[in-house]
């Protein structure tokens, strides 16, 4: 089976720079994701890592370690507008996305 | 580019009644099609994957004669909750596979679903 952990809630400031940890345990495995989601809307894509390394997009850093099965979510210059639920992801063969529990990032002014 | 529509986004019905949810890829085809359902402060959990021209795939616990998936076109796939009852409702979510052959999905705006 597959499981992920992820910290059920964060809090920051303004400006600030929150990381968002993630480990799991899968059988199978083609990399990680991450998603945002603000409340009553869909999951948006920001960043996927395939293989070990940093990702960078704009403000959103991605990071992942297959040895450590652990990645992370770097989000830089915080704005209230990040506050909203982010989730990690394992892929599976065939497109397939196993979603964690969800961290809820509340951004404060 | 890569959108997903769902329809409709928000259904009240009764106890008892079926209920149709589209996912329709726009600007692309979509061989691939996963359904979600997701209850409030909760993670997205998988349904079922839907597969263009053959059976969808259901994931463990999930009933198939209840949610019935159909991927009849490369650009559509429908969801039906047979004899809906207050704990089907949530909110259900389709995604297709945006690139092929890496896991990053696009999602549909979810439809919410209320059963009275």
Redesign the interface.
Known sequence: GQSLEQPSEVTAVEGAIVQINCTYQTSGFYGLSWYQQHDGGAPTFLSYNALDGLEETGRFSSFLSRSDSYGYLLLQELQMKDSASYFCAVGLQGGKLIFGQGTELSVKP | GAVVSQHPSWVICKSGTSVKIECRSLDFQAT?M?W?RQFPK?????MA?SNEGSKATYEQGVEKDKFLINHASLTLSTLTVTSAHPEDSSFY?C?A??V?G?????????SRLTVL
Not at chain 2, 102 to 110: E, H, Q, Y
Request: no cysteine; charged share 5%; hydrophobic share 50%.
């Open positions: 691939t996963f979600y909760q993670s997205l959990m998988l994957t979510i995604s596979l945006r092929p890496a896991n990053v999905l696009t999602f549909g705006a979810g």
